[in-house]
């Protein structure tokens, strides 16, 4: 299970950090990642992030604007957000899968939405 949470409205070049809790670790939830679904668009992957080694990966468009991280328990992940742009406005959505692959996740959270204005 996947509760995100974090989520809200800020103005353009602030922070969010969004969390990601998640219940239990098998070989299904190696990979934790963040998705998002802007209005009007498809489903695209933010990041992801290794429970095992910890490497992480980005899409090209972060350009280091995010980051997503582990607590030392691995339970949750996190994805600081800064100098926000209002086309980042979407549902974010935590995902879990057995590998760092964006086709490899299935298993969802509800979301959380992020509103820049």
């Known amino acids: 299970q996947l509760v995100e949470s974090g989520g809200g409205s800020v103005q353009a070049g602030g922070s969010l950090r969004l969390s990601c809790a998640a219940s239990g670790y098998t070989y299904s939830s190696h990979c934790m990642a963040w998705f998002r679904r802007a209005p009007g668009k498809g489903r695209e992957g933010v990041a992801a992030?290794?429970?095992?080694?910890?490497?992480?990966y980005y899409a090209d468009w972060v350009r280091g604007r995010f980051t997503i991280s582990l607590d030392n328990a691995k339970t949750t992940v996190y994805l600081h957000m800064n100098n926000l742009k209002p086309e980042d406005t979407a549902m974010y959505y935590c995902a879990a899968g057995d590998r760092c692959s964006w086709s490899r996740f299935t298993s969802w959270g509800q979301g959380t939405q992020v509103t820049v204005s």
């Open positions: 992030i290794s429970r095992a080694g910890g490497s992480s």
